[in-house]
């Protein structure tokens, strides 16, 4: 129930075009959603984050979009980029303990030319 | 502006060595986490304080691994003795440890035990 699940593992995009994250969660007790980026050999950093009173959350080409009822969020990054070319972690954590963050496995993004 | 520092950067050591990882968290952030990354099980955490107070060590694997912070400056992860199956990487990350801050982590540790 702590599970938080990812996918795709691995997403080719070419440049210009929309890339797309899904995760799912079991745990109801989940409120507070944030997406991690992950360089090669540096950790991973906020991306975007969202809370369950809203459906979408936008920041410049990175969208959350959230379904409370079906316990799915995905993140979508329009125009995508070779600059996006990264490593995406979904996370999830509950009201108590706000700070202990579940990770999704990870979806590395490849943006290509 | 410093953002959490770990070192050494990379470790090589040999089955049955002790290894100590280490980890200056941002000046003001009063939270600390410890995570493993692994292909298999992606980032686990491993174990977190507050206020320099161990809050969380559920996921410490075993009495192998221990983590102490004397100080809000400093921390350590202990791995004693090391086995292949603990080659990872290991991140130290900090928060300001309200509500939903986010986590800063540093660049990691790669720990290699052959």
């Known amino acids: 129930q702590q599970q938080v699940k990812q996918s795709p593992q691995s997403l080719i995009v070419q440049k210009g075009g929309i890339s797309i994250i899904n995760c799912a969660y079991e745990?109801?007790?989940?409120?507070?959603f944030p997406w991690y980026q992950q360089f090669p050999g540096k950790g991973p950093a906020l991306l975007i984050a969202?809370?369950?009173?809203?459906s979408e959350k936008k920041e410049g080409r990175f969208t959350i979009s959230f379904n409370k009822s079906a316990k799915q969020f995905s993140l979508h990054i329009m125009d995508s980029q070779p600059g996006d070319s990264a490593t995406y972690f979904c996370?999830?954590?509950?009201?108590?303990?706000?700070?202990?963050?579940?990770f999704g496995q990870g979806t590395r993004l490849t943006i290509n030319p | 502006d410093a953002g959490v520092i770990q070192s050494p950067r990379h470790e090589v050591t040999e089955m049955g060595q002790e290894v100590t990882l280490r980890c200056k968290p941002i000046?003001?952030?009063?939270?600390l986490f410890w995570y493993r990354q692994t292909m298999m099980r992606g980032l686990e955490l491993l174990i977190y304080?507050?206020?320099?107070?161990?809050?969380?060590d559920s996921g410490m694997p075993e009495d192998r691994f221990s983590a102490k912070m004397p100080n809000a400056s400093f921390s350590t992860l202990k791995i004693q003795p090391s086995e292949p199956r603990d080659s990872a990487v290991y991140f130290c990350?900090?928060?300001?440890?309200?509500?939903?801050?986010?986590?800063?982590f540093g660049n990691g540790t790669r720990l290699t035990v052959t």
């Open positions: 990350a900090s928060s300001l440890g309200n509500g939903y801050s986010p986590l800063h």
């Open positions: 745990n109801t007790a989940f409120d507070y």
């Open positions: 969202i809370r369950p009173d809203v």
């Open positions: 996370a999830a954590s509950p009201v108590q303990g706000a700070q202990k963050l579940v």
């Open positions: 000046s003001g952030h009063n939270s």
């Open positions: 304080f507050n206020n320099n107070v161990p809050i969380d």
